[in-house]
């Protein structure tokens, strides 16, 4: 019970947000237009009413403006919801529109034209007499046409503006989610696959009575205490991203030391530069996967790794048997690591060449085009 009146005490909260929210954009609106509406009575009444001190026409200015409001507010809003709700339906008729907008703006306009004729005029044209016959002056009914639709289209043009800005800014939110979520999965590919390949090599060693299956057991401890934490993480040190990769090139070492010769090469010259984890490691993976585990004979493994001012180059090469290439794996991995990367990455390129003996990645990388989704 406590729950539900939380989450009700946050939905009302939110919505009396708005409410507040929507309210002060209104007021500041119609507080700006009515500065203006002011000076501009002031500006016409001014000369006729020169007799009069400034604080007077002053006042009178202020009266005249407010004394024209009422029709302005209601045939503004009215005309809101009409092209802002309404005529974005397809299924509304833009005749019935069209008519509708007709009478409000008859019935604003006498509404408009009687504080002219029956207060206004009392004060500016004194000597003429009101009466409801005024109303078919029509060179005064255009002027109030006028004035009535400019703050009227003013308002309407700000609410469609603000409309397509929200509109704008729901799809980019609906387009980052979309994004994001597609990360998560491709990341989420990744990881049961590595742990899948680590858990084949404990078991190998398990069957064997191997010594070195304790210490394969901390490494693969540490690798996934890294897929639990770090990889959640946008982005990383490229120093742990490093250290991964030799925390499992190290498992992969145990397990294959008679058949494997590997080389590491690493230029850093700034070991606190941030990358998007495990980026690198699919590249590993797959070359011990498809250089290592699937050939009988000693093979090797060449990584360098160089970093300069922000551009990353990295290169495998793994030596293979092009008989036994599996493209459905290659596929998984190479392309969900390219879509990896550009989702996170503007500047960036990614080669991968299969050849008779040997399989390549050279992927470079401007780490500072890195942004977020």
């Not at 009700?8 to 009515?34: G, M, T």
């Not at 609906?174 to 590919?189: A, G, H, R």
């Not at 498809?290 to 160089?306: A, P």
Request: one cysteine or more; aromatic letters at 12%.
């Amino acid at each position: 019970m406590l729950f539900i009146l939380f989450c009700l005490s946050d939905v009302i909260n939110y919505d009396i947000h708005r409410v507040k929210s929507k309210l002060f954009r209104h007021l500041i609106f119609w507080l700006v237009y009515n500065i203006q509406g002011t000076l501009l009575e002031y500006e016409w009444i001014s000369y006729p009413l020169a007799k009069f001190d400034q604080g007077h026409i002053i006042r009178l200015a202020i009266y005249f403006n407010l004394a024209l409001l009422p029709s302005k507010l209601l045939f503004t809003y009215f005309a809101s919801h009409v092209f802002a709700n309404q005529g974005l339906k397809m299924h509304y008729k833009i005749a019935v529109m069209a008519l509708e907008l007709i009478v409000a703006m008859l019935f604003a306009i006498v509404l408009y034209r009687i504080p002219v004729i029956f207060y206004i005029n009392s004060y500016v044209e004194p000597n003429t007499v009101a009466s409801i016959s005024r109303l078919k002056d029509i060179g005064w009914d255009f002027v109030a046409l006028l004035d009535i639709g400019y703050v009227a289209g003013i308002a309407i043009a700000l609410k469609l503006f603000r409309m397509q800005v929200v509109t704008i800014k729901n799809e980019k939110n609906l387009i980052k989610d979309k994004l994001e979520t597609e990360l998560k999965f491709l990341k989420n590919q990744i990881n049961p696959h590595f742990l899948f390949n680590t858990l084949n090599n404990i078991y190998a060693l398990a069957r064997k009575k191997s010594d070195k299956t304790p210490e394969v057991v901390v490494r693969l401890s540490k690798l996934l205490r890294f897929m639990l934490y770090e990889s959640a993480k946008h982005i990383i040190p490229i120093s742990e991203e490093i250290r991964i990769l030799e925390d499992y090139v190290e498992l992969e070492k145990i397990r294959h030391n008679k058949k494997l010769n590997i080389a590491i090469c690493k230029e850093i010259d700034n070991y606190d530069q941030l990358i998007a984890p495990l980026i690198l490691l699919p590249f590993i993976e797959n070359a011990f996967k498809h250089g290592v585990n699937e050939t009988l004979d000693e093979t090797s493994i060449e990584i360098r790794i160089k970093l300069h001012e922000g551009q990353l180059d990295f290169y495998v090469k793994n030596g293979h048997e092009h008989e036994v290439i599996n493209p459905v794996n290659e596929k998984i991995g190479l392309s969900n690591v390219r879509r990896q990367l550009e989702l996170m990455y503007k500047d960036f390129s990614l080669t991968a060449r299969n050849l008779a003996q040997t399989f390549t990645v050279d992927l470079r990388i401007n780490l500072y085009s890195n942004g977020k989704i």
